[in-house]
């Protein structure tokens, strides 16, 4: 994009082999109700749990825009794949505002570090010498059977009342749990995450307030100046696009044979097969070019404005909804064959209906923001064009 410097254009190099990898293992990864080990590999060797990580650290300080491209083409071949790996990679942006000192721990080793967590205050802090004692579980944390650190939400006491922080714990002080039994998204393993009267030191926690306003102190570049709001629907929306291309080209492939088939048989409404094409297609274009554009804006860090952040989740919200509203369409019109349990378009279709629940992707509550950002909710005044 114009404007941009060539380091935060650095694309993740989804190589073809982390797609065929991916798509290799998609079937028996669902069935295990996680990423495969390989997989997992092929995803950290690819680029994506160092795209944010600071140069300092040996990381790519990477574009937005650059991730979403990577993270929709591997959607297309696994959604879960797909998912773990927007989900890790952002995670790791996060990490980078703990202190200085915190970060540069957990990347001591290295840049690849695969980091999960929950910024639902399921946890809970006491005070202790030199840091805090944390004991909690957190649910749906996707990967965390393959995660070498967690960044967990915890609440601690406060003149005013419970305060939120984050609080970044390495794997050997945390366990977890096979609790995860949704529909779709099988394969990304979103168990629980049990911590028990775990030390944290003072260098491994922030306020989680930090996250939302985009206010690293540790790191200079652009992608650590965002506000976690303007992304943070974008990080879940994208692997949904891929996963909606994904069904399309099922879709296409599957009323090809169809219409050769027709040739030589019965007669199939074509133009019904065309109406359907069009739409979906033009669903899925729209959603494609709404995400673009947020990326884009959260590439622009210093042009960001609270209308800016809210209409980045209005509209990866709405993308989620034309996405949603494509699968819909493809699978309903392409045959009983498709809803088999042995057939790749069920899963990819239930995968965006998993996607589409995550409570960031809510449109009312986007819309919501939306407005308030418009509007000046305490006289009414319109404050955008």
């Known amino acids: 994009m114009a404007g941009l410097h060539a380091a935060q254009i650095h694309a993740v190099p989804v190589a073809a082999d982390v797609v065929s ?28 749990a160092r795209h944010f990580v600071p140069v300092a650290c040996g990381g790519n300080a990477g574009s937005f825009t650059a991730l979403s491209q990577a993270i929709a083409e591997l959607g297309e071949a696994c959604p879960a794949t797909a998912w773990c790996a927007s989900v890790t990679a952002h995670l790791a942006r996060m990490a980078a505002y703990l202190p ?24 809970r802090a006491e005070q202790a010498p030199g840091g805090w004692r944390l004991t ?27 305060q939120a922080r984050m609080f970044a714990v390495p ?3 945390y366990t977890s749990v096979d609790s995860w039994s949704d529909i779709g998204m099988r394969a990304t393993g ?61 879709w296409q492939d599957g009323v090809a044979a169809k219409l050769l088939k027709a040739q030589r048989g019965p007669s199939v409404s074509r133009a019904a097969y065309e109406t359907v094409l069009a739409r979906a297609a033009g669903e899925i274009d729209s959603a494609q070019l709404l995400l673009e554009r ?18 980045n989740l209005r509209d990866c919200a709405f993308a989620m909804d034309l996405l949603v509203t494509a699968a819909d369409r493809l699978f309903r019109s392409a045959g009983t064959g498709a809803h088999s349990v042995d057939a790749p378009m069920q899963r990819y279709w239930r995968d965006i209906h998993s996607m ?4 960031v992707l809510q449109f009312d509550a986007a819309a919501g923001a939306y407005a308030g950002a418009v509007w000046d909710t305490r006289g009414g005044t319109h404050t955008a064009t």
């Open 356 to 359: 589409s629940s995550h409570v």
């Open 21 to 48: 990898v991916a798509a290799r293992h998609a079937v028996s990864a669902e069935r295990e109700w996680r990423l495969a080990a390989e997989t997992v590999d092929a995803v950290v060797a690819a680029g994506f």
């Open 171 to 173: 794997r050997s002080d």
């Open 190 to 250: 979103s168990h629980s995450l049990v911590a028990e009267d775990v030390f944290v030191p003072e260098r491994r926690v922030m306020d989680r307030n930090i996250l939302l306003d985009g206010a690293s102190a540790g790191s200079p570049a652009s992608c650590h100046a965002v506000p976690l709001r303007a992304v943070n629907a974008l990080s879940f929306a994208t692997p949904a696009l891929g996963a909606a291309r994904g069904v399309l080209q099922l």
């Open 294 to 311: 947020a990326a884009g804006i959260a590439d622009r860090a210093s042009a960001l404005t609270p209308l800016l952040e809210a209409r």
């Open 136 to 162: 909690g579980r957190w649910s749906y944390v996707s990967a965390v059977d393959h995660s070498d650190w967690a960044l967990l939400c915890g609440t601690v006491p406060g003149e005013e009342g419970p």
């Open 100 to 123: 200085s000192e915190g970060f540069h721990e957990i990347w001591q080793n290295g840049p690849d570090a695969v980091i999960v967590g929950s910024l639902i205050p399921a946890g």
